[in-house]
């Protein structure tokens, strides 16, 4: 499901404007990126949390010109499902995949 039809099934659930709708998206989507780009982390009851996870630093290496390069420490985002959650997808309806 893209983002234009998530913002079409709010609208016609709620009854709001899809204008309306696509700037409360966008905007909940800013505050998230700004949270975590200050390394807060957002916490949506029953839904799940965005994290940011420290990576430590690594040696890795490129085995092209067999040599080590030091990849430093660094910040990512994350997503952690909540439990309830999990338990709904694991449970639901599903399509089947197509090969």
């Not at 659930?13 to 505050?31: L, M, P, R, S």
């Not at 092209?64 to 694991?90: G, L, M």
Request: net charge positive; proline share 3%; no cysteine.
């Amino acid at each position: 499901m893209t983002k234009a039809e998530i913002i079409a099934e709010i609208a016609n659930k709620t009854g709001i404007e899809k204008v309306d709708v696509q700037e409360t998206v966008e905007a909940f989507f800013k505050v998230i990126k700004t949270s975590m780009i200050k390394g807060d982390n957002v916490y949506v009851r029953g839904f799940g949390s965005f994290v940011v996870k420290k990576r430590a630093e690594k040696t890795a290496r490129n085995i092209s010109k067999n040599t080590a390069i030091i990849i430093p420490e660094h910040f990512v985002p994350s997503f952690k499902p909540a439990k309830v959650f999990i338990e709904k997808v694991k449970t639901g309806n599903k399509k089947k995949a197509t090969a």
